[in-house]
């Protein structure tokens, strides 16, 4: 029950509507007594600043930021933790008394969810992909003691941006390239590969994957943080060789349960998040 002790936490997206974090964060609240409520709150694009003033005002003690503001957000915040800062973008806010701390945990996610398959550290991993998400796994990886990390992406100027701006930080081998022949060959010593474009998104999951099975050996770890459907075209195609897939629910759990961390120093148990998504996805 709402009462006037609960504490609040919520995210600030535009659209929210369908964020799949409520349910999530409210099970876990529930099955570990804990009395707070995470609400969506619908922010528009330019309200963002009123907004985080709000939410201070308010007594609000957490927030998930979710498309457009991951970037904005930054304006008004105290501090970064070293993950954010080197991403550049947020999507969680822990606010304290006069303090409120941005923390980004999309990479760690993603570095969690493949973790359950294989440690990441001194692997070669190709990242599909140039945007925000492949930016944040790119450095969350790196972060991990990951050996060596390509950027592959349709257009090779961004992929070879992004790497540019992992090199600044990091001498590991780093690389750029397009979905061409140099992908194949780079695929036959890679040891994970994790799809961040929405190719294979409902309502186009059959639209052929970024990468198929004739490019692709059997102790290849394969992730696609694309989660519905659940089954994509891309892990289909790591099925046909006998890969091991990594789905893009996992990421999208642990993320949360990072956030929940953050938040009230309880790790949740992960199948309370996994069952109230899967209830949401169908
Ligand atoms: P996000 O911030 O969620 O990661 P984004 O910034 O829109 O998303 O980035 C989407 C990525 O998917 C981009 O790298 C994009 O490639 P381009 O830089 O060439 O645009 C990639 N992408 C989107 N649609 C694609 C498609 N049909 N085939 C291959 N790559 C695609």
């Given at each position: ?17 369908h ?13 570990l007594?804990?009395d ?10 330019g ?6 003033e ?9 927030l998930?930021?979710t ?11 105290d501090?970064?933790d ?10 969680t ?26 440690p990441?550290?001194?692997?070669k ?6 945007g925000?998400?492949?930016r944040?796994?790119a ?5 991990s ?19 540019n701006?992992l090199k600044?930080?990091?001498n590991?081998?780093l ?8 992908l ?13 474009t ?28 694309v ?45 309370v ?10």
């Amino acid at each position: 029950m709402i009462t006037g002790k609960t504490t609040v936490v919520g995210i600030m997206g535009d659209p929210v509507e369908h964020s799949l974090s409520p349910p999530m964060h409210n099970a876990a609240f529930q099955e570990l007594k804990l009395d707070y409520v995470y609400v969506p709150f619908h922010v528009k694009r330019g309200n963002l600043a009123r907004a985080m003033e709000g939410a201070r005002k308010m007594g609000i003690m957490g927030l998930n930021l979710t498309l457009p503001h991951k970037i904005e957000v930054i304006d008004y915040l105290d501090e970064l933790d070293e993950a954010a800062e080197l991403i550049g973008a947020v999507n969680t806010v822990k606010f304290t008394e006069n303090n409120a701390v941005g923390y980004n945990t999309d990479g760690v996610g993603a570095v969690k969810a493949i973790e359950e398959t294989t440690p990441v550290k001194g692997k070669k991993i190709i990242i599909i992909g140039a945007g925000g998400a492949a930016r944040a796994i790119a450095f969350q990886l790196l972060l991990s003691g990951v050996g060596e990390v390509l950027i592959a992406n349709r257009t090779r100027e961004k992929a070879c941006n992004l790497r540019n701006d992992l090199k600044k930080t990091f001498n590991n081998s780093l690389g750029c390239l397009g979905l061409d022949d140099e992908l194949e060959m780079e695929l036959k010593d890679t040891d994970v590969l994790i799809n961040t474009t929405p190719v294979g998104m409902h309502p186009h999951q059959d639209d052929e994957p970024v990468v198929t099975s004739d490019m692709m050996h059997p102790d290849l770890v394969v992730n696609d943080i694309v989660y519905n459907p659940l089954e994509t075209g891309l892990l289909r195609e790591a099925d046909k060789v006998g890969a091991q897939t990594v789905h893009g629910t996992k990421m999208l759990i642990y993320q949360g349960i990072e956030a929940f961390r953050i938040w009230t120093g309880i790790t949740p148990p992960f199948e309370v998040f996994e069952t109230a998504l899967m209830r949401e996805l169908g």
